[in-house]
């Protein structure tokens, strides 16, 4: 089974909102990475955070980690037409030896 | 800007019958990964390479799946024979190292299987 589940499932909204997706995982961390993929395409790869830091900013990306829960949060703001793709998150877990990734959110950004 | 290229890009099969994928990682990368992807999941690591040595091929199922890196630079996989369950997509990725930080991901090939 995938370490990491993605909340929520979908997610729509309009341009220049501000978009916040969640992924939990099960066991410890090296780091987490989430992805992003645009239809029928390859992941590109959008921040790494590492279990000792608790959050990092990239361009209009916010990453925040709690690995007392367990949890990460990714927002993107002020969302444009071209964010609109599937984010993943990817755990480095302790013991797994690899990357595995959650489920996927959709994000459906409107003009 | 350096990419990780993969062929064909998309497939067409019928069951039972030989596929093959190629990929070619970004230049200098040693270690490579395949991944399966089905439609709506993340993708899930079928094997990995570091060099021309397989590092972890756990999930790949061997009756029917086969991965080689011979010069330890571009990798083939394949399905012989191919099932109905097989079709999604299959994604290649490169690293620097064998460290879990960023992985290069090609286009994919999407292979379906009638």
């Known amino acids: 089974s995938q370490q990491g589940e993605e909340d929520p499932q979908a997610l729509s909204i309009q341009e220049g909102e501000n978009a916040t997706m969640n992924c939990s995982y099960k066991?410890?961390?090296?780091?987490l990475q989430w992805y992003r993929q645009n239809s029928g395409r390859g992941l590109v790869h959008l921040i790494l955070i590492r279990s000792n830091e608790r959050e990092k900013h990239s361009g209009r990306l916010r990453v925040t980690l709690d690995t007392s829960k367990k949890s990460s949060s990714l927002l993107i703001t002020a969302s444009r037409a071209a964010d609109t793709a599937s984010y993943f998150c990817a755990t480095d877990a302790k013991g797994f030896q690899k990357l595995v990734f959650g489920t996927g959110t959709r994000l459906l950004v409107s003009p | 800007e350096a990419e990780v290229a993969q062929s064909p890009r998309y497939k067409i099969t019928e069951k039972s019958q030989a596929v093959a994928f190629w990929c070619d990682p970004i230049?200098?990368?040693?270690?490579l990964y395949w991944y399966r992807q089905i439609l709506g999941q993340g993708p899930e690591l079928l094997v990995q390479f570091q060099d021309e040595s397989v590092v972890d091929d756990s999930q790949l199922p061997k009756d029917r799946f086969s991965a080689e890196r011979l010069k330890g630079v571009d990798s083939t996989l394949k399905i012989q024979p191919a099932e109905l369950g097989d079709s999604a997509m299959y994604l290649c990725?490169?690293?620097?190292?064998?460290?879990?930080?960023?992985?290069?991901f090609g286009p994919g090939t999407r292979l379906t299987v009638l």
């Open positions: 230049s200098g990368h040693a270690t």
């Open positions: 990725a490169s690293s620097p190292t064998s460290v879990h930080n960023e992985q290069f």
């Open positions: 066991t410890s961390i090296n780091n």
